[in-house]
């Protein structure tokens, strides 16, 4: 790859361009996804998104241990539970 991923300076964090060979792969594992994604019911739908936030919640409680190693599984769960309260926040349009 010519360019670095990321880089990053004091004030702001700069995206370099994408290798055009990783862009087609990422391109088509969307399409892939989206072809799928049409293809299920609303049920499968709900589901999956269900699925999609247990992992997501799997994996920052596993950023939370790396950055808080003493902490209680209890603990862990408050950490998350504030994030989750936070994003929510950043995300809320109305009441």
Request: net charge negative; proline share 4%; hydrophobic share 40%.
């Amino acid at each position: 790859m010519d360019h670095e991923p990321l880089s990053t300076t004091q004030e702001h964090v700069t995206i370099q361009p994408v290798n055009h060979e990783f862009q087609a792969m990422a391109d088509a594992i969307e399409r892939d996804r989206a072809r799928r994604a049409h293809g299920m019911t609303v049920e499968q739908r709900l589901l999956q998104g269900a699925v999609l936030f247990d992992y997501a919640c799997e994996a920052s409680l596993a950023g939370l241990r790396a950055q808080f190693p003493a902490a209680t599984d209890a603990e862990l769960q408050d950490h998350l539970a504030q994030r989750l309260i936070r994003a929510r926040g950043q995300r809320a349009v109305g009441p």
